[in-house]
């Protein structure tokens, strides 16, 4: 008992150093774990995010900005197909499902994308997972002013089933640019947790006639979600259209292309990486410099507990254990501060991508992470010890006489 | 019980330009089993750096240190800090209690670091027999210099020694509370059965000890040598 003893009076001793300390620690634990489960899920998320589609057809160009379009509904279109397009490739002895998609408004930021009614009872948007409609609502019906809206967009737009609005033109929200028509919303999904929950949906017919719109282009399509029959057929439409053709974009495998986007933007989460490393160091730094500065005050201390028959390794386990122990109480915090960050960081992302993070997720890196920080902090802690382990009894407690 | 032979200690000294000069030289000092001894001597006079070879906080340059059986200059610091430990107790002119730990604390930590049982009851009745028992979660800073004292020599009996060094104990104390003090090392030493060496330059403390050994005739260094 007599190390936690001498632990437990040390701490309470030097309460506000230790506070502040572990407080420190408890921010650089909290910033790493939550640096490390924002970037393994979020990547997860968005690359298993395909909403049940393979590939994406659409107008010519990049291929992410086409699979970020029509999946995850961010980005502009990078142009519009033709409804021949849409026929051919709806027709295709390969394509298992073709759901076509029109954007191009919105409503109070918040996107309004046109499309069939199958695309919520005959896809599964996830293996097993298929769109469901709240109680009191359905989907909207073949070209009526009919809205079915994301659970998500409701929340935040304060819809309900028989509100009505009226779709402003673009994809970014400006009041001075609002159409005629005015859609009911007949009813709301029940939360995916996929960029579906963002979007006010409408019939296909809604968006390519709406006022304003160019009636050239009424039956042109900004893309098409395909599901094949098999992995092959992707290879092969995508040397028909990527290779052979040059005027539409055959985006395939979705799950890859978003890859290759997180593997295009890996050194942010380097510098991120980076930056939570430093914190981490700078906390157990800390830890150093603040039982290192009381070294003075405690000499008399660990003199007296030589002279009542401490061995020196005791004084030195002991200023190690309380360096680890003030990692321990910081790490504990980070729990804390992990939970409170990444809800915020979660709230974001979802608002911004639809992309949902699982704060209570599981991730090596919330134990690797408390016991590398306890561990640093131990380090930290064996230069003071050392000073405790030289402490010269004699010439500390009584002058030679 | 306690033997010492030649017993000799150099320190570097700046006034000699950093050569060793000898502080103790003591060719013969004994102390039997329950006795209490006093030494008188000067300020200056190597007294404590004595007291400190005895209790193996100073390593020795030579000679033996006999106690209990075990000379004490031939062992290495651990053993030399668990035979402390396991069998003595100090007594410091400035108390040196440990003002984070309560007055309970302070006398559990002298029994801790032995090899033996922490007995809290016997610390709780070490501090009552002091007179202490109604401030054992007080801590050292809401005492009086007096009652410091008194915990000071509970906690140098806690470990139940064989022998207790007490180094000027009175040094900080008025005189009643000196006597008081002085009287209640002495009976709680005898009540122990524990040897008592003092050491103190107040002739009122000396005067109550017997025999009184002059710690100057006892000690004789070599004087510095000229460079």
């Given at each position: 008992m007599t190390l936690p003893l001498i632990l437990y009076r040390s701490l309470r001793q030097h309460a506000l150093s230790t506070l502040v300390t572990a407080g420190s620690i408890a921010l650089a634990v909290g910033l790493l774990m939550v640096v490390w489960m924002v970037k393994a899920q979020s990547q997860r998320a968005f690359v298993e995010t395909s909403t049940g589609f393979d590939a994406v057809l659409g107008a010519r160009g990049s291929r992410l900005q086409l699979v970020l379009n029509a999946i995850f509904h961010l980005e502009a279109s990078p142009g519009n197909i033709t409804a021949a397009d849409f026929e051919q490739i709806r027709r295709h002895p390969a394509v298992k499902a073709a759901i076509p998609l029109a954007v191009g408004d919105n409503y109070r930021g918040y996107r309004i994308v046109g499309t069939v009614e199958s695309l919520f009872t005959q896809v599964e948007y996830a293996r097993g997972r298929r769109y469901a409609v709240q109680p009191g609502g359905r989907v909207f019906a073949g070209a009526a002013h009919e809205a079915l809206v994301g659970s998500f967009a409701a929340e935040r737009l304060g819809l309900r089933v028989g509100d009505t609005f009226q779709p402003y033109h673009g994809l970014v929200f400006d009041p001075s640019h609002q159409h005629e028509e005015i859609y009911t919303v007949v009813g709301i999904l029940e939360p995916t947790n996929t960029p579906a929950d963002r979007v006010l949906w409408i019939?296909?017919?809604?968006?390519?006639?709406?006022?304003?719109?160019?009636?050239?282009?009424?039956?042109?399509?900004?893309?098409?979600?395909?599901?094949?029959?098999?992995?092959?057929?992707?290879?092969?439409?995508?040397?028909?259209?990527?290779?052979?053709?040059?005027?539409?974009?055959?985006?395939?495998?979705?799950?890859?292309?978003?890859?290759?986007?997180?593997?295009?933007?890996?050194?942010?989460?380097?510098?991120?990486?980076?930056?939570?490393?430093?914190?981490?160091?700078?906390?157990?730094?800390?830890?150093?410099?603040?039982?290192?500065?009381?070294?003075?005050?405690?000499?008399?201390?660990?003199?007296?507990?030589?002279?009542?028959?401490?061995?020196?390794?005791?004084?030195?386990?002991?200023?190690?254990?309380?360096?680890?122990?003030?990692?321990?109480?910081?790490?504990?915090?980070?729990?804390?501060?992990?939970?409170?960050?990444?809800?915020?960081?979660?709230?974001?992302?979802?608002?911004?991508?639809?992309?949902?993070?699982?704060?209570?997720?599981?991730?090596?890196?919330?134990?690797?992470?408390?016991?590398?920080?306890?561990?640093?902090?131990?380090?930290?802690?064996?230069?003071?010890?050392?000073?405790?382990?030289?402490?010269?009894?004699?010439?500390?407690l009584a002058p030679t006489s | 019980m306690l033997t010492i032979t030649d017993l000799r200690k150099s320190f570097p000294s700046p006034e000699a330009g950093g050569r060793p000069v000898e502080i103790v030289s003591v060719a013969h000092f004994a102390l039997g089993a329950g006795e209490q001894v006093a030494l008188r001597g000067e300020s200056g006079s190597g007294k404590t750096t004595f007291l400190n070879l005895i209790a193996g906080l100073l390593a020795a340059d030579s000679g033996r240190i006999e106690f209990d059986g075990t000379n004490l200059v031939a062992l290495g610091e651990a053993a030399r800090d668990r035979l402390r430990a396991e069998r003595m107790g100090y007594i410091f002119q400035t108390f040196n209690l440990l003002q984070g730990f309560t007055v309970l604390e302070n006398v559990v930590l002298g029994m801790s670091f032995g090899g033996g049982r922490v007995d809290r009851a016997h610390a709780r009745s070490l501090l009552e027999r002091v007179g202490l028992g109604s401030r054992l979660q007080h801590f050292p800073r809401q005492l009086s210099t007096g009652q410091q004292q008194r915990v000071a020599v509970a906690r140098a009996l806690a470990n139940r020694p064989r022998l207790v060094l007490a180094d000027e104990p009175t040094g900080n104390l008025d005189r009643r509370r000196g006597q008081e003090a002085l009287a209640l090392i002495r009976e709680a030493c005898a009540e122990a059965g524990a040897a008592l060496l003092l050491v103190s330059h107040d002739p009122e403390v000396l005067g109550q000890f017997s025999p009184v050994r002059d710690f100057t005739e006892l000690n004789r260094p070599a004087a510095p040598s000229a460079t």
């Open positions: 019939p296909l017919a809604g968006i390519q006639n709406m006022k304003g719109h160019d009636p050239k282009f009424a039956t042109d399509l900004s893309a098409v979600l395909l599901q094949l029959r098999t992995p092959q057929a992707g290879f092969m439409l995508d040397m028909m259209y990527n290779r052979q053709g040059n005027r539409l974009t055959f985006a395939y495998p979705v799950g890859a292309i978003i890859a290759d986007l997180f593997g295009k933007i890996g050194w942010f989460d380097r510098v991120l990486a980076l930056v939570a490393y430093l914190v981490a160091f700078v906390a157990a730094g800390s830890v150093l410099a603040s039982i290192y500065a009381s070294m003075s005050a405690r000499r008399r201390d660990l003199a007296i507990l030589r002279a009542l028959g401490a061995r020196r390794h005791t004084l030195f386990a002991a200023v190690v254990t309380e360096a680890a122990v003030i990692g321990a109480l910081g790490a504990v915090a980070g729990f804390i501060v992990y939970g409170a960050l990444l809800t915020g960081v979660a709230r974001i992302i979802r608002a911004q991508t639809g992309v949902a993070i699982d704060v209570l997720a599981w991730h090596p890196v919330l134990w690797v992470a408390p016991l590398a920080m306890i561990a640093l902090c131990a380090l930290g802690g064996i230069i003071p010890a050392l000073k405790a382990y030289r402490v010269p009894v004699a010439e500390t | -």
